[in-house]
């Protein structure tokens, strides 16, 4: 009897601690997802490696680094709800964070959150070439499925806070977001047509 109720006790701490890295691991998400996006946001286009790199480690983002950002690379961050979806408590909602270097400056970012692009998601770019634009991708039910915003590197407007608003209490989050819940959909729309 005593080692059946020493097993359970052990299956049920070893359960809440699961329960709690989980939780802890979906904070820590939303945090470099927050982090990142303070540090981003107002980052411009031609703006040095060196420079960008001080800015995401003075915030404690850690991005990895795919080349040589002296010359041409790319800073990649990903973060999500790993284990919650695992556990079957949340939907697989990823954040990812991605700037391109040429020449030791920063040409292009993107930043999208979702889980996946056929389900739901929502894509923020910024680059020279890109026409300042927001748009949708909606499915036969009339519903919102990827929410994307191009936005001019000179534009430091309204919009900009508004395209980079995105709600990362989706991160592990046990009600299920949508595109729409991801970035505030109305708002941009309404600076969109400014």
Partial sequence: MRIACRIVATLGATA???LVAAFASNYKARSDARKYLRVVMPMRI???????????????????????CQTDCILNLTVGDEWLYKLHLAAPVGFNGRLDFKNGVLV?????MGQDIMVWSATVAETPALEPRVS???????????????????????????????????????????????????????????
Wanted: glycine share 4%; aromatic share 8%.
């Fill in 136 to 194: 949708s991708n909606v499915d036969s039910l009339g519903q919102i499925r990827h929410i994307h915003v191009d936005l001019s590197p000179s534009d430091f407007s309204a919009k900009r806070a508004t395209a980079y608003a995105f709600n990362v209490a989706c991160i592990g989050s046990i009600r299920s977001c949508t595109a729409i819940d991801y970035l505030p959909w109305n708002e941009l729309r309404q600076l969109a047509h400014k």
């Fill in 16 to 18: 809440v601690l699961v």
């Fill in 46 to 68: 031609n703006t040095p490696y060196q420079e960008v790199i001080r800015e995401l480690r003075l915030a404690g983002v850690a991005p990895t680094q795919m080349g040589d």
């Fill in 108 to 112: 292009y970012k993107s930043t999208s």
